[in-house]
Each structure stands twice: as structure tokens, then as C-alpha cells.
């Protein structure tokens, strides 16, 4: 796997995370044992390999680890002996995995000061592989640190959760995203801010996004929806049908149907491009923001999301899609 610099100095917009972890490395007071919360692929486990660089590097400054040395580097590969990532195995963490982890970490470190221990996903500890690693973190050897990662912190036994230091992870700022976006991937202000806001805080989203592909699904849509009231009633049940065969695509309308109603009241409200999620989409829900009163912005949004509703309780694709294209049509 090919390396990539691993420190405190690449973690973007969690401040408060990296500071509480600075200073507990400053004065020599980190926990045992830590819990990353926060909505996935919003930076939590790059911190955690960022800490376990930081314990186990050979030049640990402010920054924590160098990100040079070999030991940063390997880290940062994924393949520093010292450094055990615990993720589920099939829908979960099973009990011979912790098993497996117990044996790893009552072993002296190989290479490095600690012995570090990601779990990556803690909320997949079924019941019993919960109670045993409980004992891992009652009886922790004294050169072990455990950070456990997770999207749902309220799923872990509160004995788990007691016995870690938690450390939450907010969404990033939609400008601080962007310009991460511009700097990394080098995107153009209007796509960065798009995807932005498309990835609703997560950095893991926002790398993960095709943005020539997201502009090619809205014109689809947005084609689709604004010729609904050109069409005759057959024309729109085909359309439904066509959308009822295909869960993705249906569940990409919803998505970018309920964005572009949005945008369009953001529009007909303040006419502030910089607010709406798809700036360069504006010509696209224009004929919505000329058309329609707020009000029944309003009322078509609802449509969305009762759509959206009745698709997630399995309700016939065919039904919900045939029923909302419809009242959509109407004038």
C-alpha cells in the first residue's frame, strides 16, 4: 500500500479532538483506552492512526508523529507490526477475533513504544465478544492503547463505554470541507462547494464522490421531473414503471428531487447562490422557482418524503413512484 504523511498537522477541522489528544501526549496523561465517536467518514479513524503515529514515532514533536520516520511511515501504510486494526468479520466482531487481539496485544511491542488497537466499527461487538473484550479494557498490559471507532456509541455496553475516554466528532463546516476538497483534489471552487455539501460534513464522502457523476444523475432527474407536465398521464406511468425496476435510480430521485426543491425555495427566498447545494444547477430548478409558489414547493417537498417513507416500509416501487410522478404532473 502506498504511504501517505500520517500526523496531527493532516487531520482537517477537528480542532478539539487533536488538541485534547496533543495535551494529554504533552503531559504524559493519555488514556488507556479511547472512544472516537461521530458520523461515519468524518476523520475519526485517520485520527486514530494519527495518534498511534504520534505514540510510536522515533521524532514525536508538536505535531505529534513526524510523518516521516520509518516507523510514520509504516503507520501510515497500514503496516506498522505494533498498530492492530479490528474491524467485523462478516456482520460482526465474533469472540475468536478477540480472542485473537488479546494474544496480539499480551505481547510485548515489536518495534514501537505501544501497542495500538483500532477498532474500527466497535458498534459491530455482538454480546459475547462485548463481555470479552471488557476484560481487555479492565485489564489493559501497561504498554497498550485501545481506541475504539464508531458511528453509534449508544450501541456499546455502558461498561465499554465507561471504561474509555470518549472524544466526539462533529460534521465539518461546509467552507472548511470545500477548501480541503480544492487543496486534495484539486476541484474547482463551484464543484468543491457542491460536493460539500453533498457530503454533508463527512472529508470520507466528499473524497469518495464522483462530481462529473453527480452532475450527470441531476440533469437526468431534474430532465425528468420538469417535463412531468408536459407529458400525458400514460407517459408519466411509464416513467414510474421505469423508475420502480430500478431501486437506485428511484431512490436517486427522491434524493435529488427533495435537494432541488430545496434549493429552489433558497432561491425564490434569498437568491444567494453560495446557500444553495448545486449552484451551478440553478438553470436546472428555474422553471420551478418561476412556476410554483412556496406553497406548493412546500406541498411537493412533503411528496418526497412520504415517497421516501413508503419506500423504505416496502411498500410496491410501482405504487409510490406512480402516485408521485402524477401528483407531480399536476398544473
Request: aromatic share 8%; proline share 5%.
Given at each position: 500500500m502506498e504511504a501517505?504523511?500520517?500526523?496531527?498537522v493532516?487531520?482537517?477541522?477537528?480542532?478539539r479532538p487533536v488538541n485534547i489528544l496533543k495535551q494529554a501526549l504533552a503531559n504524559k496523561a493519555l488514556a488507556h483506552a479511547y472512544l472516537f465517536s461521530g458520523e461515519k467518514g468524518i476523520g475519526k479513524k485517520m485520527t486514530a492512526y494519527a495518534l498511534a503515529a504520534a505514540v510510536n514515532c522515533e521524532a514525536a514533536g508538536p505535531a505529534g508523529g513526524c510523518g516521516?520516520?520509518?516507523?510514520?511511515?509504516?503507520?501510515?501504510?497500514?503496516?506498522h507490526p505494533d498498530v492492530y486494526l479490528l474491524v467485523a468479520d462478516g456482520d460482526d466482531i465474533k469472540i475468536d477475533q478477540i480472542r485473537a487481539v488479546q494474544n496480539h496485544?499480551?505481547?510485548?511491542?515489536?518495534?514501537?513504544?505501544?501497542?495500538?488497537?483500532?477498532?474500527d466499527g466497535a458498534e459491530s461487538l455482538n454480546p459475547t465478544s462485548s463481555n470479552a473484550f471488557l476484560k481487555t479494557l479492565e485489564e489493559p498490559p501497561g504498554d497498550t492503547l485501545i481506541i475504539l471507532v464508531t458511528e453509534l456509541?449508544?450501541?456499546?455496553?455502558?461498561?465499554?463505554?465507561?471504561?474509555?475516554?470518549?472524544?466526539?466528532?462533529y460534521p465539518l463546516p461546509r467552507q472548511t470541507l470545500a477548501r480541503a476538497l480544492m487543496d486534495r483534489r484539486?476541484?474547482?471552487?463551484?464543484?468543491?462547494?457542491?460536493?460539500?455539501a453533498l457530503a454533508q460534513g463527512s472529508m470520507g464522502r466528499g473524497f469518495e464522490m464522483d462530481v462529473e457523476q453527480e452532475k450527470a444523475d441531476r440533469k437526468d432527474i431534474w430532465g425528468v421531473l420538469s417535463s412531468l407536465t408536459k407529458m400525458n398521464p400514460g407517459e408519466v406511468l411509464l416513467h414510474a414503471e421505469t423508475f420502480s425496476k430500478d431501486r437506485d435510480r428511484f431512490e436517486r430521485l427522491l434524493d435529488?428531487?427533495?435537494e432541488g426543491l430545496r434549493d429552489a425555495m433558497v432561491s425564490r427566498v434569498t437568491g444567494d447562490s453560495k446557500l444553495l447545494t448545486y449552484a451551478?444547477?440553478?438553470?436546472?430548478?428555474?422553471?420551478w422557482v418561476d412556476r410554483l409558489s412556496l406553497q406548493r414547493m412546500l406541498i411537493d417537498l412533503e411528496l418526497f418524503f412520504i415517497s421516501r417513507g413508503l419506500l423504505d416500509r416496502r411498500v410496491s416501487a410501482q405504487l409510490v413512484a406512480e402516485n408521485l410522478l402524477l401528483k407531480l404532473r399536476r398544473v
Open positions: 501517505y504523511d500520517i500526523s496531527f493532516t487531520i482537517v477541522g477537528h480542532d516521516a520516520c520509518p516507523s510514520c511511515r509504516k503507520v501510515a501504510s497500514r503496516v496485544l499480551a505481547l510485548r511491542p515489536f518495534e514501537g513504544t505501544k501497542k495500538v488497537l483500532i477498532v456509541p449508544q450501541s456499546l455496553l455502558a461498561t465499554i463505554r465507561s471504561r474509555c475516554q470518549e472524544i466526539r466528532f484539486g476541484l474547482s471552487e463551484e464543484d468543491a462547494w457542491f460536493l460539500a435529488i428531487g427533495i451551478q444547477g440553478k438553470a436546472m430548478h428555474k422553471p
